[in-house]
């Protein structure tokens, strides 16, 4: 049985992020001793791996959610899941899409520049004038 410091220790999470995944669900509600402290079992463990490998793949709070859902029942259609990653990938891919025009735009300001005063300067020029900005500016590093 594992202490909740050893258990965010072996999985590189921390305390309060344990804690916040037993209050939101995506953790049970841990064993207690009789001094009250949390006790973890290699069940507990695995939960929170695939929570972590999730989260780094880009997966929402709510997806993990609905993937340990399909996960605790395992007579449920694979399908489902499979919506949920195509879900995550078209999130990924427009995230993409965002990044390499912010790219363009960072190379294109880049090229334009000749070097000189900042009086000339393409970049600020740039910065400042808004009606080029990009559709999705906001959305950028979401």
């Not at 939101?24 to 509600?29: C, F, K, V």
């Not at 709510?62 to 949920?84: N, Y």
């Not at 790219?103 to 000189?116: Q, Y």
Request: with cysteine.
């Amino acid at each position: 049985m594992l202490t909740i410091g050893n258990l965010a220790r072996k999985t590189g999470t921390k305390v309060q992020t344990i804690r916040y995944y037993e209050q939101i669900g995506l953790m049970p509600e841990p064993g207690r001793t009789d001094g009250g402290q949390r006790r973890y079992g290699n069940a507990e463990l695995d939960r929170l791996a695939f929570i972590r490998h999730a989260r780094q793949l880009g997966f929402s709070l709510e997806a993990i959610l609905e993937l340990l859902d399909l996960s605790d029942h395992p007579d449920r259609p694979c399908h489902e899941a499979d919506t949920i990653a195509r879900r995550q990938l078209k999130q990924v891919e427009q995230r993409l899409a965002r990044l390499e025009a912010l790219r363009t735009e960072l190379k294109r300001m880049v090229h334009e520049c000749s070097g000189g005063q900042t009086a000339d300067c393409r970049v600020l020029e740039v910065l400042r004038d808004h009606s080029e900005c990009l559709t999705e500016h906001d959305e950028i590093g979401a």
